[in-house]
């Protein structure tokens, strides 16, 4: 999959999203998803990768970039700091990118607001488990 990751590439031209990337690292005005949405929209049409940005294709890449990220953790004891080296911690933070990135393209092709889905499923998740009931309990919501 790395051939494909929608990560921005160092040479761009003027006005492409390798440029409004850094040049909007600082802005805090602006909702992030709404950025980096726009940021993958320039993406794919400087390629011309929208025609393979179906919401399948979308899908199936956020899947294996998950894979790509849990393979940095795969036999540790608990992937906790003290077992990750720096080769480990910047191939976490790239599937990390690479999650993300593809979650805002899965989440634009499928016309979700993703800052207002999650926020809902916050609101969701606390009335499914009310901090009062699960203190420190890991169970699922059907085991109380
Ligand atoms: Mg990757």
Do not use: C
Request: glycine residues 6%.
């Amino acid at each position: 999959m790395s051939g494909s990751s929608a990560t921005p590439g160092p040479a761009s031209a003027p006005g492409s999203a390798s440029e409004a990337a850094s040049s909007s690292s600082s802005s805090s005005s602006v909702d992030t998803l709404i950025e980096l949405r726009e940021l993958t929209r320039v993406f794919a049409a400087e390629r011309d990768w929208q025609q393979f940005h179906t919401p399948k294709n979308l899908a199936m890449a956020l899947s294996v970039e998950v894979a790509e990220l849990v393979e940095h953790f795969q036999w540790l004891r608990t992937g906790s700091s003290e077992e990750l080296d720096e080769r480990k911690r910047e191939g976490i933070q790239h599937e990390l990118a690479d999650v993300l990135l593809y979650l805002v393209q899965l989440a634009d092709a499928t016309g979700v607001d993703l800052r207002a889905a999650a926020l809902e499923k916050l609101r969701l998740n606390g009335e499914k488990y009310p901090a009062a009931v699960v203190k420190g309990d890991a169970r699922k919501y059907d085991e109380y």
